[in-house]
């Protein structure tokens, strides 16, 4: 039985020993978790703007449908950058 004293650790900790991070993959990362914000951001929003608008809601109905999926599309999108750059 060794000593916790005996074993040399890494500097960086990867799942991968032959695959390692790069800054590329981290960038990845943070695009697609900086996507994933816009698209759930742009949605909270819409959907707060439809609920705070008064009962006839026919305008605000079509206004918030395009903001909505205009940052839902915006956000999956970046996402999908990020997923393929990493």
């Not at 990362?29 to 900086?34: E, H, P, Q």
């Not at 816009?38 to 079509?62: M, Y």
Request: no cysteine; charged share 10%.
């Amino acid at each position: 039985m060794r000593a916790v004293g005996d074993v040399t650790l890494a500097a960086v900790w990867h799942p991968n020993p032959h695959h390692p991070i790069t800054w590329a993959m981290f960038f990845g990362v943070l695009i697609v978790v900086a996507g994933s914000a816009i698209a759930l951001i742009g949605l909270f929003a819409s959907f707060d703007t439809w609920r705070k608008t008064e009962p006839p809601r026919g305008q605000a109905l079509r206004v918030v449908l395009v903001t909505g999926s205009f940052f839902l599309a915006m956000g999956l999108a970046v996402a999908a950058f990020g997923v393929w750059v990493y």
